[in-house]
């Protein structure tokens, strides 16, 4: 059983608890909602004590801090999180971001940060794996001091972040003097209300941070509601209880090893033409246009082979069909209703859309499923174009058209070309058009494969009677017969010994003729006479 020391307890065991690193991190990793993917962690302090049990940061943090004690806590911590750091470095384990936290009473210390540097390169760690956490009440001792240890991280390398944002009055004032790199807001402070004024607050502090390009951290994440609410308000990256709680440095080991990473990016910058803010709010003219004025449309973004519906409006959810509702679109991963050849194609379009900044389209099937009607596939036009990005993450808009049908139609008509192919090879016959208007002939397969005829023969029968296929000596009838299919003949048939070799085949003409009767095009044909003494 834990028993909580008294203050007393807890001075007299801090030099052996650092010694023995009773006192020692625990790690909350930071998750981007969207990918599912590590971006960075926490190391948190906890005291495991040999007579009492675990002692918990509220009480004893405080303790230390009153006793001028936070100080050598604070950098023992940061020399474990730098051991670790090292130990993966070496082991070959790909490692994420780590942020230590410093209490406002290390700023008292003028050497804190050369401290902190000193043991950062006695274990060799790259400055881009630590961070260093700040909290608003740092300012409390007077913006100069505070804004004095910024700079120096800063002119080392360490990214800031400004932690517990939100809980304090003076909020605002600080981010605006205090140039921290990421800003982690604490959704307990809003105590679950995301509906009302809560959600209200978190909108409008994302929207700065948005203003400010500085990622945010949302953090003490325990629902998916509040994870999703989060997504969209554009804001991915999520600590809590939803997907961690703080773990033991070898589990830690472990999900680094098990868990894909990627690096954090600042919030999206939507090209100029376009206003973010009116973007994401529900009631401006922007949404409104988004919603009723264009045909199914999404707003998508698009990291390192990740994608994420972030919006769509009602007509893309009825031009999908398939039942789906807006909810079930965003809560599905895009990329898994694409087989791997119809996955590829969409990804290069959207590789093909990064670079050239314009818009590009793509034919694609998906499947999907429904409780009602099982599995149903539809092909998707989409023409999609970038509108934003910051470092590897892009924000796409995309259009689709469902042209399942047209698709369908279309290999429908393939299917009865093939049963067509198939009769004609098995009848020996040679078949092709003859448009009137133009003097174009279209042969047959065959004809293409067997008399090396191009898809299109253009001022026929002219190339035919010069390439040989028709003999010299039938030039002037063949050229006849196309003069009475002008005129409207309606049926020709005769025997032509056809190629340098003179085989005799039977060719007819069938015409036919538009609406009104004025001839239209003649269908032809060639069958091998076949030699009665064969
Ligand atoms: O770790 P939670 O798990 O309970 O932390 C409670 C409080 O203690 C938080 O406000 C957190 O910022 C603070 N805290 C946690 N770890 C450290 C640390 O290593 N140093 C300092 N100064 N504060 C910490
Ligand atoms: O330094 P800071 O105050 O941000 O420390 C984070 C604190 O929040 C730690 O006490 C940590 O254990 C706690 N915490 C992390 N995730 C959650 C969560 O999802 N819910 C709650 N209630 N606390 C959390
Ligand atoms: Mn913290």
């Given at each position: 059983?834990?028993?909580?020391?008294?203050?007393?307890?807890?001075?007299d065991a801090?030099?052996k608890?650092?010694?023995?690193?009773?006192?020692?991190?625990?790690?909350?990793?930071?998750?981007?909602?969207?990918?599912g993917?590590?971006v960075?962690a926490e190391a948190?302090m906890r005291?495991?004590?040999?007579?009492?049990?675990m002692?918990?940061p509220s009480?004893f943090?405080?303790v230390l801090e009153?006793n001028?004690?936070?100080?050598r806590?604070?950098?023992?911590?940061?020399?474990?999180?730098?051991?670790?750091?090292?130990e993966?470095i070496?082991?070959?384990?790909?490692?994420v971001?780590?942020s230590?936290n410093m209490?406002?009473?290390?700023?008292y210390q003028?050497?804190?940060?050369?401290?902190?540097?000193?043991?950062r390169?006695k274990?060799?760690?790259p400055?881009k794996y630590l961070r260093?956490?700040?909290?608003?009440?740092?300012?409390?001792g007077?913006?100069?001091l505070i804004?004095?240890?910024?700079?120096?991280?800063?002119?080392?390398g360490?990214?800031?972040?400004?932690d517990?944002?939100g809980?304090?009055y003076?909020?605002?004032?600080?981010?605006k003097?205090l140039?921290?790199?990421i800003?982690?807001?604490d959704?307990?402070?809003?105590?679950g209300?995301?509906?009302?004024?809560g959600?209200t607050?978190?909108?409008?502090?994302?929207?700065?941070?948005?203003?400010?390009?500085?990622p945010?951290?949302?953090?003490g994440v325990?629902?998916?509601?509040q994870?999703?609410?989060?997504?969209?308000?554009g804001?991915?990256?999520?600590?809590?209880?939803?997907?961690?709680?703080?773990?033991?440095?070898d589990q830690?080991?472990?999900?680094?090893?098990q868990l894909?990473?990627?690096?954090?990016t600042?919030?999206?910058?939507l090209?100029?033409?376009?206003n973010?803010?009116?973007?994401?709010d529900?009631?401006?003219?922007?949404?409104?246009?988004?919603?009723?004025?264009?045909?199914g449309?999404?707003?998508?973004?698009?990291?390192m082979?990740k994608m994420d519906?972030?919006?769509?409006?009602?007509?893309?959810?009825?031009?999908l069909?398939?039942n789906?509702t807006e909810?079930d679109?965003?809560?599905?991963?895009?990329?898994?209703?694409?087989?791997?050849?119809?996955?590829?194609?969409?990804?290069d379009?959207?590789k093909k859309?990064i670079?050239?900044?314009?818009?590009e389209t793509?034919?694609?099937?998906?499947t999907f499923?429904?409780d009602?009607?099982?599995?149903?596939?539809?092909?998707?036009?989409?023409?999609?174009?970038?509108?934003?990005?910051?470092?590897?993450?892009?924000?796409?808009y995309a259009?689709i058209?469902?042209?399942?049908k047209?698709?369908?139609?279309?290999?429908?008509?393939?299917?009865?070309e093939?049963?067509?192919r198939t009769?004609?090879?098995?009848?020996n016959?040679?078949?092709?058009e003859?448009?009137?208007?133009t003097?174009?002939?279209r042969?047959?397969?065959?004809?293409?494969?067997?008399?090396?005829?191009?898809?299109?023969?253009?001022n026929?029968?002219?190339p035919?009677?010069e390439?040989g296929?028709?003999?010299p000596d039938?030039?002037?009838?063949?050229?006849g017969?196309?003069?009475q299919?002008e005129e409207?003949?309606?049926y020709?048939?005769?025997?032509?010994?056809?190629?340098?070799?003179?085989?005799p085949?039977?060719?007819?003409y069938?015409?036919?003729?538009?609406?009104?009767?004025?001839?239209?095009?003649?269908?032809?044909?060639?069958t091998?006479?076949?030699?009665?003494?064969?």
């Open positions: 059983m834990d028993k909580r020391m008294s203050e007393q307890e807890l001075i801090f030099d608890a650092l010694e023995n690193n009773d006192i020692h991190p625990v790690y909350q990793p930071q998750i981007n909602h969207s990918t993917r590590m960075g948190l005291w495991k004590d040999y007579n009492n049990g002692q918990y009480d943090i405080p009153n001028d004690l936070i100080y806590a604070d950098l023992h911590l940061f020399e474990e999180v730098c051991k670790l750091q090292r993966c070496d082991d070959q384990i790909p490692v971001p780590v230590v209490s406002r009473h290390d700023i003028k050497d804190y940060v050369d401290a902190i540097e000193g043991i390169k274990y060799d760690v400055v260093v956490e700040i909290t608003e009440s740092s300012a409390i007077g913006m100069e804004s004095g240890v910024l700079d120096k991280l800063h002119e080392y360490y990214t800031v972040e400004m517990d944002f809980s304090g003076s909020s605002l004032n600080v981010l003097d140039n921290v790199d800003i982690k807001l959704m307990r402070f809003l105590s209300n995301i509906g009302g004024r959600g607050i978190l909108g409008s502090i994302v929207q700065m941070t948005k203003w400010l390009e500085t945010v951290i949302a953090e325990e629902t998916m509601a994870a999703d609410y989060m997504k969209s308000l804001c991915n990256y999520i600590q809590g209880y939803l997907y961690f709680k703080p773990i033991t440095k830690f080991i472990e999900k680094l090893k894909e990473h990627e690096p954090m600042p919030p999206l910058s090209i100029s033409t376009m973010a803010d009116k973007f994401w529900p009631s401006s003219l922007e949404t409104l246009i988004f919603s009723n004025f264009v045909g449309a999404a707003i998508f973004s698009y990291q082979g519906i972030m919006r769509v409006n009602p007509k893309y959810v009825k031009e069909g398939m789906s909810k679109i965003l809560k599905t991963d895009p990329l898994t209703v694409f087989d791997e050849h119809n996955k590829k194609i969409y990804l379009t959207i859309a670079v050239s900044y314009d818009e793509c034919e694609t099937w998906r499923y429904s009602c009607c099982g599995e149903d596939k539809v092909c998707i036009r989409t023409h999609m174009r970038v509108i934003g990005n910051a470092g590897n993450q892009y924000l796409f259009m058209n469902n042209i399942t047209e698709k369908r139609q279309f290999a429908d008509l393939a299917e009865s093939k049963i067509f009769a004609s090879e098995h009848a016959i040679y078949a092709w003859y448009i009137i208007a003097k174009e002939m042969p047959c397969f065959r004809c293409m494969r067997d008399l090396s005829l191009p898809p299109v023969v253009k026929y029968p002219e035919v009677i390439n296929l028709f003999p039938y030039a002037d009838m063949y050229r017969w196309m003069k299919l409207g003949v309606p020709l048939e005769a025997v032509i010994p056809l190629t340098v070799g003179r085989v085949f039977r060719v007819r069938t015409l036919e003729y538009d609406e009104n009767g004025k001839p239209l095009k003649a269908y032809g044909s060639a091998l006479v076949v030699q009665e003494d064969e």
